[in-house]
């Protein structure tokens, strides 16, 4: 079953958590082969929606001190089935700064656009146990 918006229950558990520590968030991301009409990128590939998405993301007022860290693009699933065309790390400074970000009302405007790019995605939050040297 494809997935583009968040899960409220995971929501609900990830505001349980210590709202200050620093998290990534894996992005797995299937474009669509034609992106949703009425969402601004009428027309675009699922592929130029999202970087279109990316745009918008990136202005200062919804970044919420997110930092894209690493951007590869999927080629085999060696464990498993799924098929992504994308995976991206970005780093939060806290857990509560990503909050913030998915109950902001301009942000959830621009989360539309991702929606319209998206067939289907997956969005895991992770934390360190350890930095990589």
């Known amino acids: 079953m494809p997935h583009v918006e968040a899960n409220e ?3 609900d558990a990830m505001r349980l958590l210590d709202p200050n520590e620093p998290v990534v968030m894996l992005n797995l991301l299937k474009f669509r082969d034609v992106a ?3 969402y601004g990128v009428d027309g675009m590939t ?9 745009e918008l993301n990136d202005q200062e ?16 699933t060696i464990i498993g089935d ?3 065309d994308l995976a991206i790390l970005v780093r939060y400074p806290t857990r509560q700064h990503f909050i913030d970000k998915l109950d902001d009302s301009k942000y959830r405007e ?22 990589a040297q």
């Not at 699922?46 to 990316?54: K, S």
């Not at 690493?70 to 080629?75: D, I, V």
Request: charged share 25%; no cysteine.
């Open 9 to 11: 229950t995971a929501l």
């Open 36 to 38: 949703i009409d009425g």
């Open 46 to 54: 699922g592929n130029q929606a999202f970087r279109r998405y990316g």
């Open 61 to 76: 007022d919804v970044k919420f001190g997110s930092e894209p860290i690493w951007m590869g693009l999927a080629k085999n």
């Open 82 to 84: 799924e098929e992504w």
């Open 110 to 131: 621009i989360s539309k656009v991702r929606e319209a790019a998206l067939l289907d995605s997956r969005l895991v939050e992770l934390s360190q146990l350890f930095s």
